[in-house]
């Protein structure tokens, strides 16, 4: 078991290098570490947070709720920068009550298991690039700190697929790493 699977197992919060900016990791099931990861960030407890997998397989393995058009699409998506809107309960600590936020980052595994994840910066605040750029009062309050150098920077680009399954629907919320053109290149089935 790596230090960033024990930590997160034991109920702590990490910070770590993600593929597109430093983020907070926490186990999606334990209400504390929901808990002290949201007290740190200084977000509000009504706000989701994603859920990252660290392998596709795993993550469409875990939600067999979803249609299988939705699927084909998540198979060509990711892993990568991206952030999927899909419908799901699966973890309702995330906050989204019917809407489940994905991400496989296209870096190593660092655990085998999902992780609550958000970004390792003050609510509102610029994004952490660098470890150094990761509020200090952040990585004091963390059980884990990993430095993995300079990222590129640039969130996740945040893709709504709710909609996706009935009809094709997907709409960008918010522009990021992944250009739209490259998410709509890939959308076709």
Do not use: W
């Not at 570490?33 to 993550?59: C, I, N, Q, S, T």
């Not at 509102?124 to 690039?129: M, S």
């Not at 150094?132 to 309050?141: L, Q």
């Amino acid at each position: 078991m790596t230090a960033f699977e024990a930590c997160i197992a034991g109920g702590g919060v990490a910070v770590f290098p993600a593929d597109t900016v430093y983020g907070l990791a926490c186990d999606p099931e334990s209400a504390d570490a929901v808990a002290r990861l949201y007290a740190l960030k200084g977000r509000a407890p009504d706000k989701p947070a994603a859920v990252m997998f660290f392998d596709r397989e795993r993550a469409l393995a875990a939600l067999p709720e979803l249609g299988p058009r939705t699927r084909a699409l998540i198979e060509r998506l990711l892993p990568g920068a991206l952030t999927l809107l899909v419908p799901s309960d699966r973890f309702p600590l995330a906050g989204g009550a019917g809407t489940l936020g994905l991400r496989v980052p296209d870096i190593a595994a660092l655990s085998s298991a999902p992780v609550l994840q958000s970004s390792a910066n003050a609510a509102g605040g610029p994004e952490a690039r660098r470890l150094e750029d990761v509020p200090e009062a952040i990585r004091r309050g963390a059980d884990l700190v990993l430095d993995g150098g300079v990222l590129p920077g640039t969130p996740s680009t945040v893709i709504d697929l709710r909609l996706y399954e009935p009809g094709g629907d997907l709409r960008i919320l918010r522009a990021g790493a992944v250009p739209e053109a490259v998410v709509r290149s890939l959308a076709h089935d």
